[in-house]
């Protein structure tokens, strides 16, 4: 039997679409190994958000290639949508394909076996106007799925290629698709389901009469789903609407993925977001009334170009001021082909880490802080990983990681765990039992 290895690169949509590729190659009677073994087809999808994200790309890509110089290489991926060029050029690459038409990627390796001849497959993104279905029945991880719900980005950010890459907004057909792919995964098993994208926050915004919160309202009626968590959602698309639905919703965690970027109205103009910062303070007001209790963690770039001290002070306060739960905090780093890259004033790599440290150092300081709120207190967590002496690990509704004893049974199930004690990156927990579903039959028999 043909054997396939996955590496992929980047973002949870990027490991998302791999887990979707690999269902592809599973009905067409293939084998998956380790990237790390000999494999008759290796499958590198790749990142290219940063220029970093393109040099360890072509690194991968290399090293499958090394492993078996007569294996079939395919690359898809946003650096294979941007740069197909670039990967063409590494000898040994087979077929490029971008971030679409990946449903035809076994057709494109029985081709290139007959014809031996590379193959280019990437077409113009900005054109595409549908979401390309790919279903992901059940992951290789069993505690959670995600659910991508659409596809591109409208936004056109001065730091961001990832328009480039992605194409423009697409949403995924509410009823017949996205409601129905949930309804299976809860089917397999699952009690948590992450509805990702790459603009999540945007779902909708192509469809006519349908949004995120019409959405959201219909996922809360799916059977047996425990547990809804949005991956990441623009301060610009938190409507009253959603608001409302977060307030009613049983299912909506409490926890929000919110990218501030910058804390400073002058740099988010340049960085042309659309949002200013009493906006996004209003925002995060409302919701934390929504959801008591809320975790609001975010991605934050540090030293843009033209960023004064002030202007980080800027970030730095609101930050504090309105307890953010934990923090990606990145230096900003040229993206060739995008605005920024472009610009005057880039900012002194120096500071820039400076400013990366101070920040990180108050990232763990909120994050203990808003951890030691739940200590004595009972959290509902789902174990997922096994680690040594008897404990598990896993995260509670509001996106805390727990350290308890528990046993292989319990992964993947809901379980009330008490906070012995607080910490960051972890807590320490006790477990307190297993949150069981109330039968159906006996429902029916009241």
Not at 42 to 58: E, L, M, Q
């Amino acid at each position: 039997m043909a054997t396939v290895a996955f590496h992929t690169l980047g973002c949870k949509v990027n490991h998302y679409e791999t887990e979707a590729i690999w269902q592809l190659f599973k009905t067409g009677g293939y084998d998956r190994v380790e990237f790390e073994n000999t494999s008759d087809v290796y499958v590198i999808n790749t990142c290219t958000v940063t220029n970093t994200g393109d040099k360890k790309s072509r690194q991968v890509i290399r090293r499958a290639i090394r492993k078996n110089p007569n294996a079939v290489i395919a690359v898809t991926g946003c650096y294979a949508q941007t740069s197909p060029a670039e990967i063409m050029a590494i000898p040994g690459v087979d077929i490029v394909v971008g971030t679409q038409d990946r449903v035809k990627l076994l057709d494109y390796i029985e081709q290139f076996k007959v014809e031996r001849e590379p193959i280019n497959a990437v077409g113009n993104i900005m054109k595409n106007r549908v979401y390309e279905e790919l279903d992901v029945p059940a992951f290789t991880d069993r505690t959670r799925a995600s659910l991508k719900i659409q596809e591109g980005c409208n936004n056109f950010c001065t730091f961001c290629i990832i328009p480039w890459a992605r194409g423009l907004m697409r949403s995924r057909d509410p009823k017949e698709v996205v409601v129905h792919q949930a309804e299976q995964l809860v089917e397999a098993g699952y009690k948590e389901l992450v509805l990702t994208g790459i603009h999540t926050g945007g779902y909708g915004d192509d469809l006519k009469d349908y949004n995120l919160a019409m959405l959201l309202r219909d996922l809360e009626k799916v059977d047996g789903l425990k547990r809804i968590r949005i991956s990441s959602i623009e301060a610009s698309q938190i409507t009253d609407e959603i608001i409302e639905v977060l307030t009613n919703s049983k299912k909506v965690v409490r926890h929000l993925h919110i990218p501030i970027q910058s804390g400073s109205d002058t740099v988010l103009k340049r960085m042309r977001r659309k949002y200013t910062m009493d906006f996004f303070g209003d925002r995060i007001e409302k919701l934390k009334i929504a959801l008591p209790g809320l975790a609001v963690t975010s991605d934050v770039i540090v030293g843009f170009p033209g960023e004064t001290e002030e202007e980080f002070m800027e970030t730095y306060n609101f930050i504090e001021k309105y307890k953010f739960s934990e923090l990606h905090v990145f230096p900003y780093s040229k993206r060739t082909g995008t605005p920024a890259a472009r610009m005057e004033d880039q900012v002194d790599e120096d500071v820039k880490n400076e400013r990366v440290h101070r920040l990180i150092t108050l990232s763990d300081q909120l994050a203990k802080e808003y951890a030691s709120r739940f200590e004595g207190e009972v959290l509902e967590v789902i174990p997922e990983t096994k680690l040594e002496n008897g404990l598990y690990e896993g995260y509670s509704d509001n996106y805390m990681k727990v350290v308890f004893p528990a046993s292989e049974e319990m992964v993947g199930e809901i379980v009330k765990v008490k906070i012995s004690k607080s910490g960051y990156p972890f807590s320490e927990g006790q477990f307190v039992t297993v949150v069981k579903d109330f039968p159906l039959q006996q429902a029916s028999n009241i």
